[in-house]
């Protein structure tokens, strides 16, 4: 049982560059999203999904997109990379109404470390 | 809106001495409390969590945290820490689907 996968765990970017950061998991997981981590800030929100073919912004989307295709799969796009989405993101996962929404535990993957140069 | 406060950003302490991490929330709807740890170039673990019942919460490596309505409270607690529980504690609340965590407080425990 691999959890939640997240590749890949590094990457520089130039600014203005495109990129996805993939997410995966195997624990057939309605509910995924994705955090920012920064020095101070704690995780910030940027969009989540209840299940496929449903998304929504976080605390901070702007920049950002998502799609969910699968259970599985839930991928983040940098359109245009800033200086300012130099950060360690997190993917993270749990169960939906059968585990009760709110209550269950949020599964996390490693991270995966962006620079924007 | 739901926020956490957690009121240390760092707290050292030596080997075998007791601690208090603080955290404070404030949400208008009934949440549910969370505790997670990360290590050093982890991703976050779950430690503990309040859902309902006892105010009280236990995990497994000998940390506590208290639910307290009243002062909005969940602090967590341990009467004895090792080294190896240096890391960064996130409390977080969670109402519907969002988890919204605090900024963190890096726990270092020296020898």
């Known amino acids: 049982n691999a959890g939640v996968t997240q590749t890949p765990k590094f990457q520089v970017l130039k600014t203005g560059q495109s990129m996805t950061l993939q997410c995966a998991q195997d624990?057939?997981?309605?509910?995924m999203s994705w955090y920012r981590q920064d020095p101070g800030m704690g995780l910030r929100l940027i969009h989540y999904?209840?299940?496929?073919?449903?998304?929504d912004q976080g605390e901070v989307p702007n920049g950002y997109n998502v799609s969910r295709s699968t259970t599985e799969d839930f991928p983040l796009r940098l359109l245009s990379a800033a200086p300012s989405q130099t950060s360690v993101y997190f993917c993270?996962?749990?169960?939906?109404?059968?585990?009760?929404?709110?209550?269950?535990?949020?599964?996390f993957g490693e991270g995966s470390r962006l620079t924007v140069l | 809106a739901q926020s956490v406060t957690q009121l240390d950003s760092q707290v050292p302490v030596f080997e075998e001495a007791p601690v208090e991490l603080r955290c404070n929330y404030s949400?208008?709807?009934?949440?549910?409390l969370f505790w997670y740890v990360q290590y050093p170039n982890q991703g976050l673990q779950l430690l503990l969590k309040?859902?309902?019942?006892?105010?009280l919460v236990e995990s497994i490596n000998g940390f506590e945290a208290e639910f307290n309505k009243s002062q909005t409270s969940f602090h967590l607690r341990k009467p004895s820490v090792h080294i190896s529980d240096t890391a960064e504690y996130f409390c977080?609340?969670?109402?519907?689907?969002?988890?919204?965590f605090g900024k963190g407080t890096l726990l270092t425990v020296n020898p």
């Open positions: 993270a996962s749990r169960g939906g109404v059968l585990a009760g929404y709110g209550t269950g535990e949020l599964f």
């Open positions: 624990m057939n997981h309605e509910y």
């Open positions: 999904s209840v299940g496929a073919g449903i998304t």
């Open positions: 949400s208008s709807v009934s949440v549910y």
């Open positions: 309040y859902l309902s019942g006892s105010t």
């Open positions: 977080a609340v969670s109402s519907n689907y969002k988890l919204t």
